[in-house]
């Protein structure tokens, strides 16, 4: 999936050459159209930089109260370590006492196992951002505590990918979180392979950080050595089948299940424009607020029970911006609709992402006011462009 010509650094200067402003103010909502499958081959291409970081400074014009959310929540310790006991508990039970339960094993592993497996994969969300405890070492501890059941280690590889998609949201070859090519060109748009895609999305999500190819850290070293420690003493004490029941968790939990349905939900596009969405469901109370994803985009250094209060203080920058409320509904839409596939994402090359952040800036609210006619030609003007590519596809 080779960059566009039209996202090349002179494409992009070409573009912007005139403004000093970010014309996507103030929701920062894009003008691009979402990528079709059968009309288009490749994710659309954006030629602004990720909207999340000038989104932050628009609201925070409007409310600079939110920095008094940003912290970290120590309950988000205690929830680790019952998830770690009850699943140690679960599988010391399938392991040495229900020896001969087998569906009831696999059904247990995808309701309560998988379920839990995925809170874990939260909690590793959490404390990347150091959201859990005071220091950056309690928080990576937090990790590795919290990764113990899921036997393989996880915990300080997602917060180095994780990181990288929030610094390179949308920015291809940087992103991890961006499906492969041969992904978009294998699964293409057909729903037998869209479900069976989504079965194996947690393996999918590994394979796209193995294919950066970069060193392991010192940290991922030691999660590493730290995994299989855990690993023999699980072995010892649960036996065979307790592993088993551990890894089958984590392959169903991270597969099609409602709580990874969020790695669908969060970037994939559903409208116009719109590159990142919430979720406002149910689902919040377990999986720990993870649907609140622009929230969490725009102000990554709040913790998770305090998102919904950014949502209540500032209103107007999220009730204009389309969003879910049903987790199953996200997985059925994807496999089943003919406008949604692994291709429906947007992407920018690194020219455009370092160039749009350099120089297009963030307006005051008067600055604004006075470029409302200037903003209406750019948005024509940008608009009929895209509805000429549209045509020429």
Not at 308 to 323: C, F, G, Q
Request: charged letters at 20%; one cysteine or more; glycine letters at 6%.
């Amino acid at each position: 999936m080779p960059p566009r010509d039209t996202s090349s650094p002179e494409a992009v200067q070409a573009l912007h050459k005139d403004e000093q402003f970010d014309m996507r103010f103030p929701s920062y909502v894009g003008f691009w159209k979402r990528s079709v499958p059968g009309l288009d081959e490749e994710p659309r291409f954006d030629m602004f930089d990720e909207p999340h970081w000038k989104r932050k400074q628009q609201i925070l014009q409007d409310h600079p109260e939110i920095t008094s959310l940003y912290g970290y929540d120590t309950n988000t310790v205690w929830i680790t370590l019952t998830a770690v006991c009850v699943q140690m508990g679960l599988a010391y039970l399938f392991g040495r006492v229900l020896t001969d339960w087998n569906w009831t094993m696999v059904l247990v592993a995808y309701t309560i196992g998988g379920s839990i497996s995925t809170q874990i994969g939260i909690i590793f969300h959490e404390f990347t951002h150091n959201l859990c405890a005071k220091t950056t070492l309690q928080n990576r501890w937090v990790g590795n505590v919290g990764n113990i059941p899921l036997v393989v280690p996880l915990a300080q590889s997602f917060r180095r990918y994780h990181l990288e998609h929030h610094t390179y949201q949308g920015v291809y070859g940087y992103d991890p979180d961006l499906p492969l090519e041969w992904e978009i060109r294998l699964i293409g748009n057909d729903p037998v392979r869209k479900f069976f895609w989504l079965i194996i999305y947690g393996v999918m999500y590994i394979g796209r950080g193995l294919a950066q190819q970069k060193q392991l850290t010192q940290w991922e070293l030691i999660n590493w050595a730290w995994t299989i420690a855990c690993d023999v003493v699980i072995f010892k004490v649960c036996g065979a089948r307790g592993m088993l029941y551990l890894a089958v968790s984590v392959l169903l939990g991270f597969g099609l299940h409602p709580g990874a349905a969020h790695f669908i939900q969060e970037h994939y596009t559903f409208r116009d424009g719109q590159e990142t969405y919430s979720y406002y469901g149910s689902g919040n109370t377990f999986w720990m607020n993870i649907g609140y994803h622009n929230e969490h985009h725009d102000f990554p250094l709040v913790p998770w029970t305090k998102l919904p209060e950014i949502k209540r203080l500032a209103p107007e920058h999220y009730d204009n911006l389309v969003y879910h409320t049903s987790w199953w509904a996200v997985l059925y839409m994807f496999v089943t609709s003919s406008i949604l596939a692994p291709q429906s994402r947007v992407v920018r090359t690194l020219d455009a992402h370092r160039y749009a952040r350099k120089n297009l800036r963030v307006p005051t609210q008067s600055e604004a006011e006075q470029m409302a006619p200037e903003k209406t030609e750019f948005v024509s003007r940008i608009r009929k462009a895209a509805d000429i590519s549209m045509e020429k596809a």
